[in-house]
């Protein structure tokens, strides 16, 4: 989901971006399982990348909870070897985690000052993969994002996805829970973001999350709200309600405040209620409105707290972990040589250099330039 924003983003301002994932489902991407040692050392030695961006993971956390060794192997082991190879070929390593490596108990909102303490298989296996990246490489940087919205039309995979599918699929009533707290994080501003940090040397932990904070309630009430769907009902519940589901152990908050982003001056994530209107009004906006047929009633809030049925949802296909080589460096590669507009090689990974600016581009600059 992650790699859908954070690909098209590097590949417009690098000459040059290898992108991998081990289920090869786009033209540009190229096929890498970061478990298998030897192919990561053989990408290493032919393309020599120089900023090395490592998105793979398993992210499913009741998979990563009933499959703990794959996750460990994928999660951390494979982060180990990764910034082995960062250290031995001099590039500098962009490790994404997740708030999710917290137990959840602060009041507060979490700082990259705080202390670590995960709950679940998914949590642990990210720290480690945290603290492998910090110790074999010199020039690591560990971004820790929250709940990510942003997959787009074909990738968005988890929460909005799955309130939207109901939305499409004419429920009258969407359950969301209300007792966890978290701080959204669209991927279009984590890559803008992202590649500005990249092209300092201020390495180290940053928490990198949209303002605010919100329950997935909140979240899926934005939504609607967006949508302007007043007549479906929005019904607040505990996770215990989806517990046989998500039976993971969840942080009962993951809230996280981007501090040391801040202090650099580099902290330009929006608000996620206006980033989440931006991203259902690019990309979703045929959800938006009443269908024809259907009456308004008003929204009523109800308490349930006990199993009830409700819409069964699927999953999609999703992507990431690309490997990045800007040719130049980073001064370099902002030299507009051809005028900002990239060329896409027969294989689909090779783009000459937009010159655009390093500053998270809004999705409706986006709309602007591609109208
Ligand atoms: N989603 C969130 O809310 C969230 C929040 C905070 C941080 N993060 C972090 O952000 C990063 C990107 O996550 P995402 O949300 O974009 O999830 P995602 O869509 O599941 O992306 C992860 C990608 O890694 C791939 N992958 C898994 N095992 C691999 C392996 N052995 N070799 C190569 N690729 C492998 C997955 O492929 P398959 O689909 O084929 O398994 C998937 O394409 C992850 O590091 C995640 O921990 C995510």
């Known amino acids: 989901m992650l790699g859908e924003a954070v690909y098209p983003y590097f590949a417009e301002r690098y000459e040059d971006v290898l992108a991998t994932d081990k289920d090869i489902n786009e033209a540009w991407l190229d096929k890498l399982d970061v478990r298998d040692d030897e192919l990561l050392e053989q990408v290493f030695r032919t393309y020599r990348p ?29 982060t180990k070897v990764i910034a082995q190879l960062c250290e031995k070929y001099g590039a500098t390593l962009a490790y994404i985690s997740t708030a999710g490596v917290f137990d959840g108990r602060k009041a507060g909102f979490y700082t990259e000052d705080d202390n670590a303490r995960p709950i679940m298989v998914y949590g642990q296996t990210k720290y480690d993969g945290e603290r492998y990246a910090m110790e074999y490489c010199s020039r690591t940087f560990v971004v820790r994002a929250g709940w990510m919205m942003g997959g787009g039309r074909r990738k ?30 669209y991927t279009y501003d984590f890559a803008g973001n992202l590649f500005t940090l990249l092209e300092t040397q201020c390495y180290g932990l940053y928490h990198m999350v949209c303002e605010g904070k919100g329950t997935r309630f909140d979240v899926a009430a934005e939504i609607l709200k967006t949508c302007k769907r007043p007549d479906i009902q929005l019904t607040p519940v505990s996770s215990e309600f989806f517990k046989a589901e998500y039976f993971a152990p969840r942080p009962y908050s993951e809230m996280m405040l981007n501090t040391r982003l801040r202090k650099l001056g580099l902290s330009y994530m929006r608000p996620w209620k206006v980033a989440l209107k931006d991203y259902i009004e690019t ?71 937009s010159g655009k600016k390093s500053h998270p581009e809004s999705s409706s600059a986006r709309r602007r330039k591609n109208s």
């Not at 429920?171 to 707290?181: N, P, Q, T, Y």
């Not at 906006?285 to 049925?309: A, L, M, N, W």
């Not at 800007?326 to 030299?335: E, H, K, M, V, Y």
């Open 50 to 78: 120089q900023r090395v961006l490592h998105l793979a993971a398993e992210t499913d956390l009741e998979y990563c909870e009933t499959n703990p060794e794959i996750a460990q192997e994928t999660n951390a082991r494979a």
């Open 156 to 185: 968005e995979k988890k929460f909005i996805f799955k309130i939207l599918q109901q939305i499409r699929n004419g429920a009258e009533e969407i359950f969301a829970v209300d007792d966890r707290w978290g701080t959204p994080t």
């Open 283 to 353: 990309y979703f906006s045929d959800y938006i409105g009443v269908p024809q047929e259907k009456p308004v009633v008003s929204v009523k809030r109800v308490r349930v707290r006990r199993f009830q049925p409700r819409v069964a949802v699927a999953g999609t296909g999703v992507y990431g972990g690309p490997l990045m080589n800007p040719r130049s460096d980073a001064q370099g590669s902002r030299s507009g040589r051809n005028g900002g507009q990239s060329s896409e090689s027969s294989r689909g990974s090779r783009f000459r250099l």
